[in-house]
């Protein structure tokens, strides 16, 4: 087969230039759908400041991060994903510099540095994470209970992910703000789903 290296897609104001082997979404409306619940998300955390941290966990191009930008200008942006092609897609719609910072790594990979380790700037105001159908796991999920400021915004692949996922911030006390099934595949079985937590310090 042969064709174009690239693809471009548009979500707002912004098109994304990206490479055949990055990540998109599947349904030619999911971007715009998952991106306005993201919006929608980030406008109602209580409390946050003007120059938030947020991390976009399976962050992919940026697509959730360009949703933050939206409504938080100033936000300090930490995009990780382990798909280098993604990863090269982020600088074709988003500013790259000291408030947008991609780092090629895995969540696990990220977490132990920042959150386990000795690199830590600070804990994040806001996490957003789209992780993969498996979801993200025990382990990360743990991590982000314990070192998330004030909300978790979780896009879930498959329901008994998501549902376990989000089990894990529970336990911790965390507070689910909304919870919704998406079509993203119609006329089959498959859901996937949005979860927003906010923390038991935010209240």
Known sequence: MTGPPSVSRRVGGRTWRLPVDAFWQSHRSAAVHYSDLVRRAVSATAGLPAEPVVWDLYGGAGLFSAAVLDVAPRAQLTIVESARPSLDAVGTALDVGPGVVPVAARVETFLDRTVGGTDRNGEPDLVILDPPRGGAGIDVMTALAGGTASRIIHVGCDPASL?????????????????RGVAAFPATHHVEGLAVLDSPRAH
């Open 163 to 179: 549902a376990r996922d989000v089990g894990v911030l529970v336990a911790a006390g965390w507070t689910p703000a909304d919870l």
